[in-house]
């Protein structure tokens, strides 16, 4: 089941930064946080993942706070094609390593 | 195109007839995964294979469904006697498996149970 609490829901201005938050609390030492995007009639999208440490790649940063309990997906250039479904996954041991999709957030990039 | 593929992308059938789906995953990975979506929700985690091992079964895939991995490449996800409830997306998943697992997902097959 999914461990993860995100808002329904987000809008940012084409342009700007997109920081999506994810609530976390119950997250064991072991479990990563993954994060996935589904843009409408397609598969979802692997992102990003983490441990611990702040990570980034071509596609995004990955901002975990020093308690793990919560942590920000954030697209540092929002493009009209980055609308999508955006997925943050908790998974280890304790999700017996499946990954568990919530509802996610849905963010509406406006031109 | 070296990714995941399923097929069909669009299947109707009558409440009560058998599908079947198919996936062909990434060649060199040895883990495959169906997954089911209705619509506004997340994807449901169905069931996984190790290789042509089926390892986990999901409580949500009741008798009607049969999944097969036969030589550890393509699988196959079956549904007997479809109700419409059935009606989702049907998505299946690739990877290396792994701490550091990544999840490919090809496009997914939609099935409508009238």
């Known amino acids: 089941d999914a461990k993860t609490t995100q808002p329904p829901s987000m809008d940012c201005a084409e342009g700007r930064a997109a920081n999506l938050p994810c609530n976390h609390s119950t997250i064991s030492g072991n479990e990563y946080v993954y994060w996935y995007r589904q843009i409408h009639s397609q598969g979802p999208q692997y992102i990003i993942h983490g441990l611990k440490n702040n990570e980034t790649n071509e596609m995004a940063s990955l901002i975990i706070t020093e308690d793990r309990k919560s942590s920000t997906l954030i697209l540092p250039h929002a493009t009209l094609r980055d609308t999508a479904v955006y997925y943050c996954i908790v998974r280890g041991l304790n999700t017996g390593n499946q990954f568990y999709f919530g509802t996610g957030t849905s963010l509406t990039v406006i031109p | 195109d070296t990714g995941v593929s399923q097929d069909p992308r669009h299947k109707i059938t009558k409440r009560g007839q058998n599908v079947t789906f198919r996936c062909d995953p990434i060649s060199e990975h040895n883990r495959l995964y169906w997954y089911r979506q209705t619509l506004g929700q997340g994807p449901e985690f169905l069931t996984y294979f190790q290789n042509e091992a089926q390892l986990e079964k999901s409580r949500l895939l009741s008798d009607r469904f049969s999944a097969e991995r036969p030589k550890g490449s393509f699988s196959t996800l079956e549904i007997q006697r479809t109700e419409q409830g059935d009606s989702a997306m049907y998505l299946c998943?690739?990877?290396f498996g792994g701490g550091n697992e990544k999840l490919f997902f090809g496009s997914g097959t939609q099935l409508s149970v009238l």
């Open positions: 998943a690739s990877s």
